[in-house]
Nanobody, 127 residues
Framework: QVQLVESGGGSVQAGGSLRLSCAAS????????VAWFRQAPGKEREWVAG??????YYADSVKGRFTISQDNAKNTLYLQMNSLIPEDTAMYYC??????????????????????WGQGTQVTVSS
């Protein structure tokens, strides 16, 4: 059974940093397409960043502030978030898409194409 478990969320002031982790069990990230999404209250889930372990992709709203990475030895996906702003406040989710569902490429971030999801971790940024 595949499980993705996020951790590392919390409350920070604007300008601060957080590092989110997503540990996988029953699944190996390898070169599959993995991503971070977020959802604020009353808004749709939006894609934040994605990678296949080689190329990384970022939403314009986080480019230059967030960094996605993965440690295949630990089977863990990370999202380093720097220079946080109140607009980053949301529940953050990790997601994984086996190669059979399609590789990572620019624009391939519809949530419906991701087979596995974590339960989410809350990030709150105060001004």
């Amino acid at each position: 059974q595949v499980q993705l478990v996020e951790s590392g969320g919390g409350s920070v002031q604007a300008g601060g940093s957080l590092r989110l982790s997503c540990a996988a069990s029953g699944y190996a990230y390898s070169s599959d397409c993995v991503a971070w999404f977020r959802q604020a209250p009353g808004k749709e889930r939006e894609w934040v960043a994605g990678t296949d372990g080689g190329v990384s992709y970022y939403a314009d709203s986080v480019k230059g502030r967030f960094t996605i990475s993965q440690d295949n030895a630990k089977n863990t996906l990370y999202l380093q978030m720097n220079s946080l702003i109140p607009e980053d406040t949301a529940m953050y989710y990790c997601a994984a898409r086996p190669l059979s569902y399609g590789r990572c490429y620019s624009g391939s971030w519809s949530p419906t194409t991701f087979a596995y999801w974590g339960q989410g971790t809350q990030v709150t940024v105060s001004s």
